[in-house]
């Protein structure tokens, strides 16, 4: 009867020893192969990568000559799918170079805008330039702004602002039939950018390029960054969302107007033309509205903001200034923090 009892036992364990056997060794080929197709999957995307590094370093160089913008645009797209911050830095340098000067050909076939002419690839290419664009944006984050570094800023400055207006686009100056669509288009571009947080990028260059010893933001990149500025200002109509954006993203860089005026003076008449300082003033003028932007800015960026706008209103002097109201502040420490009472003079 033991024997029995002894057998039984010694069979339902060696049955358990061969079914965990089973199921490790199940895991175990689970595991390798797993670890096969991620190793396969590194290995692929690793020479797929190489692949389009290797054409994209054979068509698009520093000084290429222009070639079919459909041909580019295939390649770009492709780069962008594969492209990584830190090691094609210089790749993405050079194809914003090259679209730049695409921009200056006359002929559909070579400006990089005659990929949206064709009807298959313009969904694709809209989303294309939108990724392009923010990308910039993304250089220009982590960008110093320094002396060495202000040849990629032009760069990727200037894409930003070829892209967000029709201004610079030579090939519709021999065919305008769509300029408003297109317009609208910038508009689109221009608010994506705005949406990803584009004013914060913005004064992240302002501060890093005007506040220190010397400014290394000269009058080309200082416009081109005040012009980035204020087109989705004027495109919005000068909505009361945008210029609260605006007045605590850029009019609050210390000696903002200082360095226009003595660096950039065009960008002021910009300033004037859109009548920037007049609706900035009629949203201050609105206790609420000012108490919300003050909220949003730490005190010494109030200062800096309020410095601005005399300094631009002293400027302005000789214009129609006399149909502005100005707000008078009166500012008082309390311990839950400054508080704002507001009058306006006529």
Sequence with gaps: MYDTENDRTSFLEKTKAARLEREQAKKKE?????I?????????????????????DQQIQENTELKCCK?????????????????????????CR?????????????SYI????????TQSWIGHIKTLLWTC???????????????????????????????????LKTNNTMLISLDQLCNNFMGHLYSKGFYSVLKDILMKGLLRSKISLKA????GVITLSTRPLVSSGLSDKLIHNYITHILCVPALMYHMEHTAPLCLKQFENEEVLKRCL?????????QYIFNKLEGSYVLCMIGNLIHLSHLQLNSSMKEVKFPLYTVSNRKSGPFVSFTTQF
């Excluded at 990727?156 to 207006?165: G, Q």
């Design 282 to 290: 009629e949203v201050l003028s609105n206790q609420e509205e000012a």
């Design 114 to 121: 005659g990929v949206f002419f064709v009807k298959e690839y």
């Design 220 to 223: 080309v990149s200082l416009s």
């Design 36 to 56: 096969q197709s991620h190793a396969r999957k590194w290995l692929a995307k690793r020479k797929i990568r190489q692949q389009i590094l290797a054409e994209f």
């Design 137 to 171: 944006c993304l250089y220009l984050s982590d960008i110093k702004v320094d002396y060495s570094d202000m040849k990629q800023v032009l760069v990727l400055l200037h894409t930003l602002v070829s892209f967000t207006s029709t201004n610079t686009w030579a090939l």
């Design 71 to 95: 041909q580019v645009y295939l390649l770009a797209k492709k780069f962008l799918w594969i492209w990584k911050k830190d090691e094609d830095k210089t790749r993405f340098e050079h194809l």
């Design 98 to 110: 090259y679209i730049n000067s695409s921009l200056d050909s006359k002929s559909s076939s070579h």
């Design 30 to 34: 689970d595991s390798v192969i797993v």
